[in-house]
């Protein structure tokens, strides 16, 4: 099968975001750009994409959906939240590291983390180390949110993770992100990303 004709059925059979399966509508604004850097919390430990995604949805159903949200909700109220999507195991520690991580997005960029695209001056790699000074992002959590967040922040395209990279080299697509790029248009790139991780997740 062409490699163009492969990419276009990864996205129609997996080419949902994990953004979107949050509940997140992505948008170069501060509300959706923090529900992403929660997201990414949530995923960097070892737990099932599928229950990181719940607890993403729980925590904005009860009302976590900004930093000050978050930050005024109490430690108990995020427990609770986590233990309704079945996080368990981490859900105590991730309750104290969200609250610690509002208040950090609070403090150094006032709520909006479009301040820290601008503080990166248009660096995907600033942009990802400024990422991981966040409590629990490292270069996975990063990664994450660069792959999401191509879609309203274009200086990290093309964002195909190690995970990504290795689902395509395995489907006989290619290997570099330019290369994986080129087989799509750029508004569906973090569906593309998002397709080839799910496929790897599966496997």
Same mark, same amino acid.
């Given at each position: 099968m062409p490699?163009?004709m492969?990419?276009? +059925?990864?996205?129609a059979?997996?080419g949902?975001?994990y &953004?979107?399966e !949050?509940?997140?509508r992505l948008?170069?604004?501060p ?11 949530l995923?960097s *430990?070892r737990?099932?994409?599928d229950?990181?995604v %719940? !607890? &993403?949805r729980?925590?904005? @159903? %009860?009302g976590m +959906?900004t930093?000050?949200?978050?930050a005024d909700?109490?430690?108990q =109220?995020? *427990?609770?939240?986590?233990g309704?999507?079945?996080?368990r ?5 991730? %309750?104290?590291v $969200? @609250?610690e =991580? %509002?208040?950090?997005v609070?403090g150094?960029y006032?709520g909006?983390l ?7 001056d =248009? #660096?995907?790699?600033?942009i990802r180390? $400024?990422l991981?000074?966040f409590?629990r992002?490292g270069? *996975? ?5 660069s792959?999401e967040a191509?879609?309203v922040?274009?200086e990290?395209?093309p &964002? ?5 990279r290795?689902?395509?080299? =395995?489907? @006989?697509?290619?290997k ?8 799509v @248009?750029d #508004? ?9 991780v799910? *496929?790897?997740? !599966?496997?």
């Amino acid at each position: 099968m062409p490699r163009a004709m492969t990419a276009q +059925r990864l996205l129609a059979e997996y080419g949902r975001t994990y &953004a979107d399966e !949050a509940g997140i509508r992505l948008r170069n604004t501060p509300m959706p750009l923090y529900q992403l850097l929660t997201l990414c919390v949530l995923f960097s *430990v070892r737990i099932r994409a599928d229950i990181a995604v %719940a !607890a &993403a949805r729980e925590l904005f @159903g %009860a009302g976590m +959906r900004t930093p000050q949200a978050m930050a005024d909700s109490s430690w108990q =109220g995020r *427990v609770d939240a986590l233990g309704r999507a079945h996080y368990r195991r981490y859900d105590e520690s991730t %309750a104290t590291v $969200l @609250g610690e =991580g %509002a208040e950090l997005v609070l403090g150094e960029y006032r709520g909006d983390l479009r301040r820290l695209r601008q503080k990166a001056d =248009g #660096d995907p790699e600033q942009i990802r180390r $400024l990422l991981q000074e966040f409590p629990r992002i490292g270069p *996975v959590g990063a990664d994450i949110f660069s792959r999401e967040a191509q879609g309203v922040w274009p200086e990290l395209r093309p &964002a195909f993770d190690t995970r990504a990279r290795e689902a395509a080299a =395995g489907l @006989g697509l290619p290997k570099t992100p330019e290369r994986l790029a080129a087989l799509v @248009g750029d #508004d569906d790139l973090p569906r593309l990303a998002a397709a080839l991780v799910r *496929v790897e997740l !599966a496997n």
